[in-house]
């Protein structure tokens, strides 16, 4: 297969991919409106104490095996092999969210005094995610397994009845039962358990019995997939830490306008949200053709030159994309969220970069380089916050992002060497930066009318300069496109 060919197939894939992105944020958005008339500023403090609680322990039961799980089962063309991977993951990861649902259930007194005070509605709370962590197991796993499998259609019906029958669960427990915060975690409960029966259904043909002689595979899944744990944690970090160090440093105000920001930066990473979900099985899946390195060293100009504009276009608009979403006392969130769309462009970056150690299966320096980033972003958070404010936590995230895969392709190179061309993508990056500087610089004080005709006529500019200084490579985008809505 050709690498015009293989290119094509993962542009198709993101693509459809995004799909399940887009339809999810936007419900999200279209919901937003309708939360804030039911639940006070403290409920939305509690609320996320709890969310980000339990987003953080259902990503360590996971233990970063999704990871392990797909490079073995592309070591194989062998059906047997492959299912004895995928149950082997599935009835060890049920396993531990039994246990670890039951040990949350009977504790829940305990940990409720660090929400409101040991209250009873705390305690329910706890109690109900408890409950969530093995029900959400099958939805989880099946939607790695499709994506393993390169159906991506069927991850994205998937992933979008998911996100429908939550939304559609949180309508009934919140807004017409009126069950508080309590609805919520509820409805979460009931979405992963509508979810059960198609769940299983897409994985009936990858379970079997568990047997005593899979334990070594476990073992070495295992011993794979644990210094992708610290870069887990990392963006679990990067989602946290900054709302924590800024709560009680800024105003109430600010802190709201990051939060905004943040979902703002987060709506525009769709595209890089798609292309993460594509290319893992992606690269897996011809890391045995004869031009696998050749395909994986153009990904990443293509990456840079695609996305990455995007990303521009995005910090550029930030301010018009909150003028459609929310109320003008939101506004002021623009500039902040114009530097954290490029975190996600980042964070895409990573994905790209730690290929070479995973084909390698030589993982352990990851967690070194992980761990380092986020100290980094602390540093940075303690440091720029006090100076700086809600901008200083902005630029926090963006540089301990950036910082991330420029380390991870630095060790990844040692043990896979793959022929990226480091010198053009760093210009690029460079005069997107410079660019996104330009736009802001030259539309800040004026009407939004002049604003918007700067920042079109900045993004112009820059798509003539790109062009003239990476014709080759947009003459390979061009012929990619051209040849994919060809056949349609």
Not at 163 to 172: G, Q, S
Not at 345 to 360: Q, R, V, Y
């Amino acid at each position: 297969m050709t690498v015009l060919k293989n290119i094509k197939n993962l542009a198709s894939d993101s693509m459809i991919y995004g799909l399940a992105g887009i339809a999810t944020r936007v419900m999200g958005v279209l919901l937003t409106p309708l939360y804030t008339r039911v639940y006070t500023p403290d409920d939305y403090g509690v609320f996320g104490l709890v969310n980000n609680a339990y987003s953080l322990i259902a990503l360590l039961l996971i233990l970063c095996l999704d990871n392990s799980t797909a490079r073995w089962f592309y070591d194989t063309e062998d059906y047997g092999y492959r299912k004895k991977i995928i149950s082997t993951w599935f009835w060890f990861y049920l396993l531990i969210s039994f246990i670890f649902a039951a040990f949350f259930f009977f504790t829940a007194a305990y940990w409720s005094q660090f929400i409101v005070y040991n209250s009873e509605e705390s305690i329910q709370y706890i109690q109900i995610l408890a409950f969530s962590l093995p029900v959400s197991v099958a939805t989880v796993v099946a939607t790695k397994v499709l994506r393993f499998e390169k159906k991506p259609k069927s991850t994205v019906l998937l992933t979008f009845l998911q996100a429908l029958f939550l939304i559609i669960a949180n309508v009934i427990f919140v807004l017409i039962l009126d069950q508080g915060l309590k609805g919520a975690f509820t409805a979460r409960l009931v979405a992963f358990a509508f979810m059960l029966p198609l769940s299983m259904y897409y994985l009936k043909r990858w379970l079997g019995q568990i047997k005593l002689s899979d334990f070594p595979l476990l073992v070495k899944m295992i011993k794979y997939s644990l210094p992708f744990l610290p870069a887990s944690l990392s963006i679990w970090i990067i989602n946290l830490s900054a709302v924590f160090f800024l709560n009680g440093k800024v105003s109430n105000e600010e802190l709201g306008l990051f939060q905004i920001a943040f979902a703002i930066a987060g709506f525009s990473g769709i595209v890089v949200n798609a292309f993460q979900q594509a290319w893992s099985p992606f690269a897996f899946s011809i890391i045995h053709q004869e031009n696998a390195k050749e395909t994986y060293g153009k990904i990443l100009l293509a990456y840079l030159l695609s996305i990455g504009s995007l990303t521009l276009l995005a910090s550029l608009f930030s301010l018009e994309a909150l003028m459609i979403v929310a109320t003008p006392k939101y506004y002021d969130a623009a500039n902040i969220a114009s530097i954290l769309v490029f975190s996600s462009l980042f964070a895409g970056l990573t994905n790209i970069a730690d290929l070479g150690s995973a084909i390698s299966k030589k993982t352990a320096p990851l967690g070194i380089v992980y761990s380092f980033s986020s100290i980094i972003l602390i540093l940075l958070n303690v440091y720029l916050i006090p100076i700086y404010g809600v901008y200083g936590a902005a630029v926090a995230v963006c540089v301990s992002q950036l910082l991330t895969p420029v380390f991870v392709f630095y060790f990844s190179q040692k043990t896979y060497a793959i022929p990226y061309d480091f010198l053009r993508s760093f210009s690029y990056m460079l005069l997107l930066f410079s660019v996104a500087f330009l736009g802001y610089y030259f539309s800040n004080g004026v009407s939004v009318i002049q604003g918007v005709l700067i920042k079109v006529c900045t993004f112009g500019v820059f798509l003539f300069v790109s062009i003239l200084l990476f014709q080759r490579e947009f003459l390979f985008l061009k012929r990619l496109v051209s040849n994919r809505f060809a056949k349609v």
